[in-house]
């Protein structure tokens, strides 16, 4: 199975997004799905990741603005992304692995790029 990003785009601060991260096959024997995101010069990070049971883990720098969701159906995982800011500019990747993010199992795609400017 294999995950795809979408959705990335230029906004300005304080605006919305939402990234659609597709499987190409059923994802509900995966346990955890999670976003991630590497900023130029900076090391890949964990922003959100849920569980096939709903359970959720956020990184600090966005709880209360983004919000992951899981649709097993659709082989669908959503990131909500309010109240941008300049330094959540990245590129944003999904994959599978340990909700804390610590581990994941599949080698990472081409991700998209989230830009956070006036």
């Known amino acids: 199975v294999q995950l795809q990003a979408s959705g990335g785009g230029l906004v300005q601060p304080g605006g919305s997004l939402r990234l659609s991260c597709v499987a190409s096959?059923?994802?509900?024997?995966?346990?955890?799905i999670g976003w991630y995101r590497q900023a130029p010069g900076k090391n890949r990070e964990l922003v959100a990741s849920i569980t096939s049971a709903g359970s959720t883990n956020y990184a600090d720098s966005v709880k209360g603005r983004f919000t992951i969701s899981r649709d097993n159906a659709k082989r669908t995982v959503l990131l909500q992304m309010n109240s941008l800011k300049p330094e959540d500019t990245a590129v944003y990747l999904c994959?599978?692995?340990?909700?804390?993010?610590?581990?994941?199992?599949?080698?990472w795609g081409q991700g998209t790029l989230v830009t956070v400017s006036s």
């Open positions: 096959g059923s994802i509900s024997r995966f346990d955890a």
């Open positions: 994959n599978t692995g340990t909700l804390d993010g610590t581990i994941v199992y599949k080698p």
